[in-house]
């Protein structure tokens, strides 16, 4: 099954925090599943990185390097 990962739980995820469910990371780490972040996640991120409304030491350097390494698709934005 697919899955759309929204900014907050991205977020959590990454940052190992307890207000991401264990249901959810049951999701996320079932092989079985397809786990998706939109490029517009990343954008939030560099928006309230550089308006210091988020503070996520690496900033979208380190959300891509995230999504990469925990083996999530990143889904492009076009006009389709």
């Known amino acids: 099954m ?3 990962l929204d900014t907050h739980a991205a977020l ?4 190992g925090n307890q207000k991401l469910s264990q249901t959810a990371r ?3 780490f079932d092989a079985e599943n397809d786990i998706i972040v939109s490029m517009v996640s990343v954008w939030e991120v560099a928006i309230k990185v550089s308006l210091s ?3 996520f030491d690496g900033g979208t350097e380190k959300f891509l390097s995230a999504i990469n390494s925990n083996n999530i698709t990143l889904l492009g934005v076009s006009g389709d």
Do not use: M, P
Not at 12 to 15: G, H, P
């Open 26 to 28: 049951d999701i996320i």
């Open 2 to 4: 697919k899955y759309l």
């Open 53 to 55: 409304k988020l503070d």
């Open 12 to 15: 959590w995820l990454f940052e």
